[in-house]
């Protein structure tokens, strides 16, 4: 059943079931006697008709299809798309965290509390923050939280409508240019300079007292430590601006170095890349904030404290931007992120990074001579390829799909923007150096295939139920319903 | 990669043609090319009035949403209503696709503009 590629509709047959029901014993009556005429559909429901036999074989061949980290290797960049070992799952399972309800009174869950207070605790000695919010559903939801702190700061100064401005550097995380615009500010772009750090010239120019602010990741999206950060911090705190730190790629920093001791006033983290919770499929993931002392009265209710041996829920702060988030966050995800953090240890999260940045770095000169390496210098958790050397007409789609054939999901293409033919790499740490060299021997493999048979890579996939897609088809005339 | 005399162009890759006081705008040749198959185009409103600089408009391929910026101030008088049933347009003629066309709010700003010379040059060597 490898080539399974049926939708549910195609093995409909008029008649068959998958259930069997009693006989009605009450009274029926016709629904146009109970549902006014204009509230009725005339047109056929077009569901489904299958046995129960048909329906789990269906999906059972379906999820044989999915294609996730414990299936193989998922080097997917500005994404940590990292092993979660199963130990997350036991503790997010056990009755306290699994069985308990957001309205039960404080003092029956104590130990949720208590899970949520240390995170925050932890969380904020790893990135070198004052105090941590654990609301935010994800990585653009921490974005924006952030940035309502940002002016909510400025507001109590009485500048937030004179500071309209935010500036993103062009090698920024994606969703920044979005979340700043979604709060009504003005995104300024600074270009990146030739060895792709933030051009620091430029950035003194666009200043003046209509910025709120800067959005900076660090590892920036090429891979690469930003090395004039503490100089970017400073001119921007002078011209009364914050510092906000995307925490996207936090994989190559853990233990290493902290965005609080960078300069930055306010954090995200994303417990589904950095602490390996679910990713991806929905998730759900968890983007907690955090930010300095200053800012601390900023962040949105309710906070988790502990007074004595107490844990509590703090609603009462009258500076707080409110709430983000429906109850506590994504709890079952923090827990996952706590037992992590717990389970690595501050030596074992420190070595995360080191081995994220070695196994990209190994990859990186491996693939170097064959494939283009546009910015050559030791990297972070990524690097970015800008195709072939001897391209042959071969372009980084082409390889992308050809990997599909080798059993790899394929790293991120055509981003960042400012790279051409961009492939961006990240390996993650929990990859084996066998693991590495494999899909080496595939990257090689391929560049050799654009030499010697081109069309094998433009027609590429060939192993897959569905071959190359026509996006382009797909994108000017979607078909978006069945019938 | 073809690159039209008697345009001026910037180094984000737009084109501008000029007939007395009205300015054409497009994205050139090479931007096409980078982009890829261009699948979608979002416009202004006739009557914006722009700075030089502003993103008017909003190209997406398959591979990726570039904006488009405006190289010289003016006031939208004409958008191009065609590319948005046929984006494709942009691919098959980058030059003859005009996107917006503007009422020039002040001519000096073309004297900041490059000429197809000057735009080559500068496209071989950061293209």
């Known amino acids: 059943m490898r080539d399974y590629n049926k939708l549910i509709f195609e093995i409909s047959r008029e008649g068959r079931k998958a259930y069997s029901l009693p006989k009605c014993d009450v009274d029926t009556l016709p629904v146009d006697e109970l549902i006014p005429e204009k509230y009725l559909s005339s047109t056929p429901t077009n569901m489904p008709e299958v046995s129960e036999v048909d329906i789990v074989r269906h999906y059972t061949n379906l999820s044989s299809k999915n294609y996730g980290v414990d299936t193989g290797f998922y080097p997917l960049g500005s994404c940590t798309m990292k092993y979660n070992p199963k130990i997350n799952e036991v503790v997010a399972s056990y009755d306290g965290f699994r069985n308990i309800h957001p309205l039960q009174p404080e003092e029956t869950v104590q130990g949720a509390l208590e899970v949520m207070y240390e995170l925050q605790k932890a969380l904020g000695e790893i990135t070198g923050m004052s105090e941590v919010s654990l609301q935010p559903a994800a990585g653009a939801h921490g974005e924006l939280t952030g940035l309502m702190i ?19 550097p062009d090698s920024a995380h994606g969703t920044n240019p979005a979340s700043a615009s979604v709060l009504g500010y003005e995104v300024v772009e600074i270009e990146s300079d030739k060895n792709g750090d933030v051009n620091v010239e430029k950035l003194k120019e666009a200043m003046g007292d209509d910025i709120a602010g800067m959005m900076l990741t660090n590892p920036s999206t090429l891979g690469l430590f930003e090395p004039n950060v503490n100089e970017i911090c400073d001119i921007v705190h002078a011209a009364g601006g914050l510092m906000y730190y995307d925490g996207a790629n936090a994989n190559a920093i853990l233990g290493v170095t902290r965005p609080g001791d960078m300069g930055f006033d306010i954090i995200h983290l994303n417990l589904h890349k950095t602490f390996s919770t679910p990713h991806g499929g929905g998730g759900p993931g968890s983007g907690p904030v955090g930010v300095s002392e200053e800012l601390a009265k900023f962040l949105p209710t309710p906070t988790v404290e502990k007074h004595g041996d107490v844990y509590t829920l703090n609603y009462s702060k009258p500076s707080s931007i409110g709430k983000v988030k429906g109850f506590y966050g994504h709890f079952g995800v923090c827990v996952r ?10 030596e074992g999260l420190e070595n995360v990074s080191a081995n994220a940045v070695i196994n990209a770095n190994y990859l990186m000169q491996a693939l170097k001579g064959t494939y283009k390496l546009p910015i050559d210098r030791l990297c972070k958790h990524e690097f970015v390829l800008g195709g072939i050397e001897n391209d042959n007409g071969i372009t980084t789609l082409d390889i992308a799909k050809r990997l599909i054939d ?13 790279i051409h033919e961009a492939m961006m ?3 993650t740490e929990t990859e084996s ?3 590495l060299d494999a899909f080496i021997s595939a990257m090689l493999k391929i560049a050799e295939e654009a030499e010697s048979t081109p069309e094998l890579l433009k027609e590429a996939p060939h192993n897959t139920p569905v071959r190359r897609v026509d996006e382009v088809s797909a994108a000017r005339n979607p078909i978006i319903k069945y019938t | 990669m073809e690159i039209k005399k008697g345009l001026y162009y910037t180094e984000e890759n737009e084109w501008v043609r ?3 006081n009205k300015a054409y705008i497009g994205i050139t040749d090479y931007a096409q090319d980078a982009l890829g198959d261009i699948v979608y185009i979002e416009l202004p409103d006739v009557g914006d ?11 997406e391929s398959v591979k990726a949403a570039s904006d488009v910026f405006l190289p010289v101030s003016g006031t939208v008088i004409e958008i191009n209503e065609e590319l948005e049933d046929s984006p494709e347009l942009i691919n098959e003629d980058p030059y003859g696709s005009w996107i917006i066309a503007v009422d020039l709010l002040d001519v000096t700003e073309l004297d900041e503009l490059m000429d197809a010379e000057a735009y080559e040059e500068f496209s071989s060597q950061e293209n």
């Open chain 1, 150 to 168: 940002m002016k909510a700061y400025h507001r109590e100064r009485g500048e937030d409508t004179k500071r309209t401005k935010i500036i993103v």
């Open chain 1, 337 to 346: 992120a706590y037992a992590y953090i717990l389970s690595m240890g501050a």
């Open chain 1, 406 to 418: 080798y059993g790899y999901y394929p790293p991120t293409v055509y981003f960042p923007l400012t």
């Open chain 1, 425 to 427: 790499i990240e390996p």
């Open chain 1, 433 to 435: 150096v066998e693991t």
């Open chain 2, 18 to 20: 000029v007939e007395g």
């Open chain 2, 49 to 59: 009035t722009l700075k030089a600089g502003d993103a008017f408009s909003v190209v």
